[in-house]
């Protein structure tokens, strides 16, 4: 069975600041790869995504994020935090012939700090 | 884009009673829809795997009695937790994938119901 880890439940940046989350995959065979973010009370929207191709993928809100097979990551970055980026963040593999299962981390909750 | 629905977005109800969450699918047809549940401060898991026109796919441990899936069209989907206790309060939130389940689609995540069970 497949399983994610994200290092870090809590992350605490200054706006303007880097945005680094974590996200580690256990795997035989590398998955696809999914960040999504959730506001308060609300439900997944989709940050972005590596199916196959280059492995730096860019998604909305100035994230991004960076396929390692050799160290099964996928970690996020986004340069510079803003107000808007506060929430909760989530990693996401499904393994490529398994019917679009989604196999969540545990979330890192961002807090940005003025 | 893609939009899904859920209905209601929070729901309080008693102990014993059963309570139904709509799931659908605004502008796309979906075969496959998908049941989370996410606890405070937790992160999602998958209850069940629904298909239109078939039985409902269960994850280990989730009890198919309690949690009824009606997948009965190619835009809704519905779970019913039934005899609903305290413990069963969380946050539901389904997911629809357009497209075959055999080949890889992005799904699309509803808002989420509140469920509060007193």
């Known amino acids: 069975a497949q399983s994610v880890t994200q290092l870090g439940s809590h992350v605490s940046v200054s706006e303007g600041a880097l945005v680094l989350l974590r996200c580690n995959y256990s795997?035989?065979?590398?998955?696809?790869l999914f960040w999504y973010v959730q506001y308060p009370n609300q439900g997944l929207q989709l940050l972005l995504k590596?199916?196959?191709?280059?492995?730096l993928v860019k998604g909305i809100n100035g994230f991004e994020a960076e396929f390692k097979k050799s160290e099964t990551s996928f970690h996020l970055t986004k340069p510079s935090a803003h107000m808007s980026d506060a929430a909760e963040y989530f990693c996401?593999?499904?393994?490529?012939?398994?019917?679009?299962?989604?196999?969540f981390g545990g979330g890192t909750r961002v807090l940005v700090k003025p | 884009g893609a939009v899904v629905s859920q209905h209601p977005s929070w729901v309080i109800c008693k102990s014993g009673t059963s309570v139904k969450i709509e799931c659908r699918s605004l502008d796309f047809q979906a075969t496959t829809m998908f049941w989370y549940r996410q606890f405070p401060k937790q992160s999602l898991m998958l209850m069940a795997t629904s298909n239109e026109g078939s039985k409902a796919t269960y994850e280990q441990g989730v009890e198919k009695d309690k949690f009824l899936i009606n997948h009965a069209s190619l835009t809704l989907s519905t779970l019913t937790v039934t005899s609903a206790h305290p413990e069963d309060s969380s946050f539901y939130i389904c997911?629809?994938?357009?497209?075959?389940?055999?080949?890889?689609?992005?799904?699309?995540f509803g808002p989420g119901t509140r469920l509060t069970v007193l």
């Open positions: 795997s035989s065979v590398p998955p696809y």
């Open positions: 590596y199916t196959t191709g280059a492995t």
């Open positions: 997911s629809a994938l357009p497209g075959s389940p055999s080949s890889y689609n992005e799904q699309f």
């Open positions: 996401a593999v499904t393994p490529k012939a398994a019917g679009n299962k989604l196999t």
